[in-house]
């Protein structure tokens, strides 16, 4: 009913940045929450950064001011642009959407996208 495709992950060096995109497609009437949450292994999925249908952004306190969270409306997309990466960012990242669909809501996560950060 509702795909995400993520994409822009790969390896970079400490201090480096990556952006990451996730485009949402489907039958959707609207997309109230899209988020970017990571799991590095051993470790729980944790959120990243969430942004509201009205632009509202939050983050974890370990990424402020490193990542910014943005996204286009007529696109259905979600970005995620980090800056200044530290190895400590090395996670498989996730996009999550909340959608407004026919029939009610609908809520999913991609299938990731590896970030590696090299010391």
């Known amino acids: 009913q509702v795909q995400l495709v993520e994409s822009g992950g790969g390896l970079v060096q400490a201090g480096g940045s990556l952006r990451l995109s996730c485009a949402a497609s489907?039958?959707?009437?609207?997309?109230?929450?899209m988020g970017w949450y990571r799991q590095a292994p051993g470790k729980q999925r944790e959120s990243v950064a969430v942004i509201t249908s009205g632009g509202s952004p939050n983050y974890v306190d370990s990424v402020k001011g490193r990542f910014t969270i943005s996204r286009d409306n007529a696109k259905n997309t979600v970005y995620l642009q980090m800056n200044s990466l530290k190895p400590e960012d090395t996670a498989v990242y996730y996009c999550?959407?909340?959608?407004?669909?026919?029939?009610?809501?609908?809520?999913?996560w991609g299938q990731g996208t590896q970030v590696t950060v090299s010391s």
């Open positions: 489907g039958s959707i009437f609207s997309i109230l929450v």
């Open positions: 999550k959407a909340i959608c407004k669909v026919s029939g009610g809501s609908w809520s999913g």
